[in-house]
């Protein structure tokens, strides 16, 4: 009995390891993702470059999967910058939709907050998009003039698929801080 017992603690102890080993890795997978999207960026766009260097912070999500017919949704994992890009913790997004839609599409999503206000309201779970709120979709070597409204200025690249949407509004965030944050 006492063995296996023993058995059981080995078992659950392994189970624990690999579910946080598994977390780890999804999450550097993520991070990874994140740094080449913002090289993906700034390639096709050089005047995202302000937006990085003047922003408190950013938040990159590096695999947006959107769809829908008639009802959509949008759900992707990303990373949170502090200014001079410094890793805060990971994000998630999920949207839900209805209205005029039908298609598919993945894409690059990245927020950027003016101030270190819109920042703290974004990890502490306040942030929201009002349901209008849509963003600049980027199309490589074109120029834009894009300004921040109410701290936030939102730019999204598609990386494949068609679907005729760019709009955040009702966009729902989670953040989790690293330990060391």
Do not use: C, H, R, W
Not at 1 to 12: C, E, P, S, T, Y
């Amino acid at each position: 009995m006492k063995n296996l017992k023993n058995i059981f603690m080995v078992l659950a102890l392994g189970l624990i390891t690999v579910s946080v080993q598994g977390q780890t890795e999804k999450d550097k997978k993520i991070m990874t993702d994140a740094d080449n999207a913002k090289t993906t960026l700034l390639t096709s766009n050089p005047d995202l470059k302000k937006f990085f260097n003047e922003a408190a912070g950013y938040v990159i999500f590096p695999n947006v999967g959107k769809g829908g017919f008639i009802v959509g949704g949008a759900a992707g994992n990303g990373v949170l910058y502090k200014k001079g890009g410094k890793k805060l913790g990971m994000a998630s997004l999920k949207k839900v939709n209805v209205g005029f839609q039908a298609g598919g599409e993945a894409i690059i999503e990245v927020i950027f907050f003016e101030t270190d206000k819109e920042l703290k309201e974004f990890m502490e779970s306040k942030f929201n998009f009002s349901a209008e709120a849509s963003a600049t979709a980027l199309k490589s070597g074109e120029s834009f003039n894009a300004k921040y409204t109410e701290g936030v200025a939102v730019f999204t690249q598609t990386k494949g698929g068609l679907m005729a949407d760019v709009s955040v509004g009702g966009q729902k965030f989670n953040f989790e801080a690293f330990d060391e944050y």
